[in-house]
């Protein structure tokens, strides 16, 4: 039953106890009058949400900016300032443009994704930071980083906004990176070299990467459900 509404509340979250705007409403706002703006985003930033931030931090690809880019802040569903950034991008924005026609998932979305996958992993938090970004294969991923009331990182989630997937978890699943579990073609069997010397360390060591695993398999599992629920296109809303 708690876990029922758990899963209510979580979903609930974008309905009615959203007030500040989400990543697509502050992009709809660059976009009206220039929807060419909107097909040239590099990446989408928020911090200290709660759940959703106060302001937007929107980075767009410009060739007359020295360094290539331009930043909007969105704010109350307005753009409150726009500036060429001192800073350029790490590497270029060539291929680091956002395809909007993939994006499925709104960061109201992503947050009920997010705070699931925390709660299934034991993590309490307070605010939430997010950031939309392209990842090496130029598909778009949100980065959720949980903070608790100190503001101190407890976690960091990414998810793809096309499907929903968990693709990674950093801080997690007893401070372990998944990322770790799935490279490691030795965790299901301890290292034969100094077996004898190590075999506990390495059992139970092998005991709490399996664990990992099944959390994490449960996570995406859970994740898939619950981005059927949330999905959003993205096209369909700025065209409504």
């Known amino acids: 039953m708690r876990k029922f509404l758990l899963a209510s509340l979580l979903l609930a979250t974008p309905v009615f106890a959203q007030e500040n705007p989400s990543a697509y409403e502050a992009l709809r ?54 500036r060429a950034p001192n800073r350029s991008v790490a590497g270029s924005t060539q291929g680091a443009t ?7 998932l709104d960061s109201t979305g992503a947050y009920s994704v997010a705070a699931h996958t925390a709660d299934t992993s034991h993590v309490t938090f307070s605010l939430t930071s997010y950031t939309l970004r392209t ?33 990674r978890v950093e ?16 965790i299901d069997k301890p290292p034969a070299e ?13 005991l709490v990467f399996k664990d990992i695993k099944r959390m994490f398999k449960r996570t995406t599992r859970d994740a898939s459900r619950m981005f059927h629920k949330v999905q959003r296109s993205f096209t369909d809303f700025f065209n409504r």
């Open 98 to 104: 956002i395809n909007t026609s993939k994006l499925n």
């Open 135 to 167: 990842d090496d294969r130029g598909n778009p991923i949100w980065i959720i980083t949980l903070a608790d009331r100190s503001n101190r990182p407890v976690g960091t989630i990414h998810i793809r906004a096309s499907d929903g997937r968990v693709s």
């Open 194 to 206: 100094n077996a004898e010397e190590n075999s506990d360390e390495n059992s139970d060591e092998e």
């Open 29 to 82: 706002v660059i976009g009206e009058g220039h929807r060419e703006l909107v097909n040239r985003v590099v990446s989408v930033n928020g911090v200290d949400g709660d759940p959703q931030p106060r302001s937007w931090k929107i980075l767009v690809e410009d060739k007359s900016a020295p360094n290539g880019v331009r930043e909007y802040v969105i704010e109350d569903n307005r753009i409150v300032s726009q």
């Open 171 to 186: 801080g997690m699943y007893q401070g372990r990176n998944m990322e770790q579990v799935e490279v490691n073609p030795d």
